[in-house]
């Protein structure tokens, strides 16, 4: 199995920005990250953590070094970039400085201490801790607020209050009193490898009991007048390809059908992380600064990326990223000027209803003017 591997190089003492290697290597499907990572170290040496509980990022996705090569030709095919956790935290190469996810365990230092005064945590907890590091530095919520208590605090508190639950009021409240705390949390499904989708459960559980979150079709996401945007009618009779369109495709859960007219109009479908994100809409009542920096990321790297529009394929989709656009421009100091179509209105053009596409598509903050 060949590889064409991008391979992350940086020392903090005498480069000024990382860059990357290029190797291309030939492997065995069973063979693993780790193996890959001997095999460049033996022939150009690099600084990284030779064990098997290490945990490094490829084509922006966090992994085990066990993932075999199958798995990542599976997901990415031949072409990988392999970085540390953390750019942001590199001393040199794949090492390093963790004080920002070690500090955070202070944070519940109280409820995990044999020895308060002097703040002697039980080797216990420092373990399970240190085993939740991976979901520290997947959270995208850290790329936006570096501050953020992070998920490990929050699994840790999950043990906690399993552990002790006539503890649960003061844990509890401990990791929402906090400046960045529980009411940042992005979740972590499309964030890891393989992820277990129970960890992701364990911290919707703190806070729903916490009692912060709403699903989106409760919030305020519209600033302006409401548009009927009709049914979807699923049409097979499509009329106007667009293949000379590049899209970029923010796709609900439950939504093969209109999956399936986007797959039928030859246009080119963008592959970006950031349609994967989390944007922070269940807490947007409470926290909607995090959502405007989500979403400003997303609808820019769209637009970098060469996208002519976003298709979103629901109406609280459609207010969140086409009525607060001025909110989005302050985080992110650009202007986003790129269109977002409902894609019952994709479906209008598509199939030749080009007047009922006119009456919506003109209510738009940005109307995308491609008829």
Do not use: W
């Not at 916490?210 to 409401?226: D, G, R």
């Not at 769209?302 to 976003?310: H, K, M, P, T, V």
């Amino acid at each position: 199995m060949k590889l064409d591997i991008s391979l992350f190089r940086f020392d903090c003492k005498s480069d000024y920005l990382p860059y990357y290697t290029k190797h291309f290597v030939n492997m065995d499907e069973n063979n693993t990250l780790l193996t890959i990572l001997n095999k460049l170290n033996s022939e150009n040496e690099f600084s990284f953590e030779n064990n098997q509980q290490t945990y490094i990022v490829v084509n922006g996705i966090y992994m085990s070094v066990m993932t075999t090569c199958k798995q990542i030709k599976t997901a990415f095919g031949a072409d990988i970039r392999i970085e540390p956790l953390s750019i942001r935290r590199v001393n040199k190469d794949f090492i390093m400085n963790e004080d920002d996810f070690n500090s955070k365990l202070s944070i519940l230092a109280e409820f995990i201490s044999s020895d308060i005064l002097n703040n002697q945590i039980d080797k216990e907890f420092k373990e399970l801790y240190q085993s939740y590091k991976p979901y520290f530095y997947a959270s995208n919520t850290l790329n936006i607020e570096h501050d953020y208590i992070g998920d490990a605090i929050l699994l840790l508190a999950s043990h906690l209050i399993e552990k002790f639950p006539n503890k649960e009021k003061d844990i509890l409240n401990r990791i929402k009193d906090c400046e960045y705390g529980i009411e940042y949390h992005t979740s972590l499904s499309n964030r890891i490898l393989n992820f277990d989708q129970t960890l992701e459960d364990k911290i919707i559980a703190l806070r729903n009991k916490l009692n912060i979150a709403k699903p989106a079709t409760e919030q305020k996401f519209n600033t302006s007048k409401s548009i009927d945007f009709g049914s979807f009618k699923n049409s097979l009779e499509i009329k106007h390809s667009f293949e000379d369109f590049n899209l970029a495709y923010l796709k609900s859960e439950d939504s093969q059908e209109k999956s399936n007219l986007i797959s039928s109009l030859k246009a080119k479908v963008l592959n970006l992380q950031t349609l994967n994100q989390d944007l922070a809409k269940d807490t947007f009542h409470i926290n909607p600064e995090l959502t405007y920096k989500i979403t400003s990321n997303l609808m820019l790297d769209a637009y970098d990326s060469g996208a002519d529009f976003i298709v979103v394929d629901n109406d609280q989709d459609f207010y969140l990223l086409d009525s607060n656009r001025k909110n989005m421009q302050r985080v992110i100091g650009r202007e986003i000027n790129i269109p977002v179509l409902h894609i019952n209105e994709l479906e209008n053009l598509a199939i030749g209803e080009h007047e009922i596409a006119k009456s919506t598509l003109k209510k738009h903050i940005i109307d995308p003017e491609i008829i």
